[in-house]
């Protein structure tokens, strides 16, 4: 995992983001922050799995589902299966050691 600092690849609002094979984040501060890298590292994991590419494409279709259905582009984006995944295990350091393949499945 390689961890790069970058405000201007992020989008106001947010912190960090994954893009196989690294996490981008807008402060080295953050760089500290266990609970960002883990959220990271399990949108890592989830590409991994998905062979990358598929992963960015399920999630840009899933996204724009959620859109249409919410009609708010912030609660597609809470609402993507991979994002909810993370989000909810963010805090748990030891999710990734005990996490199954293809996790994200259970919060479609």
Not at 40 to 54: G, M, P
Not at 88 to 105: A, G, I, P, Q, V
């Amino acid at each position: 995992m390689l961890v790069l600092v970058n405000k201007y690849l992020l989008r106001k609002g947010f912190n960090g983001i994954a893009l196989w094979p690294f996490i981008i984040l807008r402060k080295k501060e953050m760089k500290k922050d266990l609970r960002i890298l883990n959220h990271e590292r399990i949108h890592l994991q989830q590409q991994a799995e998905l062979l990358v590419l598929f992963f960015y494409f399920w999630y840009l279709i899933e996204f724009l589902v959620r859109w249409v259905h919410y009609k708010n582009r912030y609660q597609a984006y809470r609402n993507i299966s991979f994002e909810r995944e993370a989000y909810t295990n963010e805090k748990d350091l030891n999710y990734l050691k005990k996490r199954s393949f293809y996790s994200f499945m259970k919060f479609i």
